[in-house]
């Protein structure tokens, strides 16, 4: 089974300018989420969606960063203007909703994320 | 808003030596807890899921426990390799919500 596929992998760009993410799913996860890492933290929840809906965006500056996730399946993660204390690695994930889990309620599985580095 | 707490920060020990990675959260009403492995440049590798009803998982050398009443959750890797050198992330799901709260992880070192 394929896992989450993220790219690009690595991203260098001088800010102000933009940038793109793009995630492809676990094929049949109805549930995405966009996460942000910085270095020496843990993830923190950017985004997430319920097929095509974003159901928990509350933690996405909307002021400059835009996600979405046509027919529900692969997302694109946009911030536009990049700014320095943008610099992380976007990690995407994906779920199976618990009614259809067969017991693996919920259980994230992570891509292997993209770097970002703003000059 | 849970918190949670990974300590130590980072760990070295002698190839061999059994590994205790410690987790503590602030709210004991969970859904689920899942450690992750995390290697440097690399995306999470998920190892083991403990629903709240559950007290334990095993998988191989991997033993995940969970105190849920006192906030605590220790995943043990028996005879460590140096292929085990990562960080280790644990992370808290709440109860009607399915965002996960992380801990910083603990950087493993393990010496051959």
């Known amino acids: 089974e394929a896992g989450v596929v993220q790219s690009p992998r690595y991203k260098i760009i001088e800010k102000k300018q933009p940038v793109a993410f793009w995630c492809n799913p676990i094929s049949g996860h109805n549930t995405l989420y966009w996460y942000l890492q910085n270095l020496g933290q843990g993830p923190e929840l950017l985004i997430r969606y319920e097929n095509e809906e974003a159901v928990d965006d509350s933690q996405l500056p909307k002021d400059r960063f835009s996600a979405e996730r046509l027919k529900g399946v692969d997302s694109t993660l946009k911030i536009q203007p990049a700014e320095l204390g943008d610099s992380a690695v976007y990690l995407c994930?994906?779920?199976?909703?618990?009614?259809?889990?067969?017991?693996?309620?919920?259980?994230?599985?992570f891509g292997p994320g993209t770097r970002l580095t703003v000059l | 808003k849970q918190e949670v707490t990974q300590i130590p920060a980072a760990l070295s020990v002698p190839e061999g030596e059994n590994l205790v990675l410690n987790c503590s959260f602030t709210d004991s009403a969970i859904y689920n807890l899942q450690w992750f492995r995390q290697d440097p440049g690399k995306g999470l590798t998920s190892l083991l899921l403990?629903?709240?009803?559950?007290r334990e998982q095993t998988s191989g050398r991997l033993n995940a426990s969970l105190d849920k009443s006192s906030g605590r959750s220790t995943l043990y890797i028996a005879a460590s390799q140096p292929g085990d050198s990562a960080t280790y992330l644990c992370a808290v799901r709440r109860a009607n919500d399915y965002k996960l709260s992380f801990g910083a992880g603990t950087t493993v070192t393990v010496r051959a």
């Open positions: 403990i629903q709240s009803s559950q």
């Open positions: 994930a994906s779920s199976l909703d618990g009614r259809l889990a067969g017991g693996r309620y919920n259980e994230q599985f």
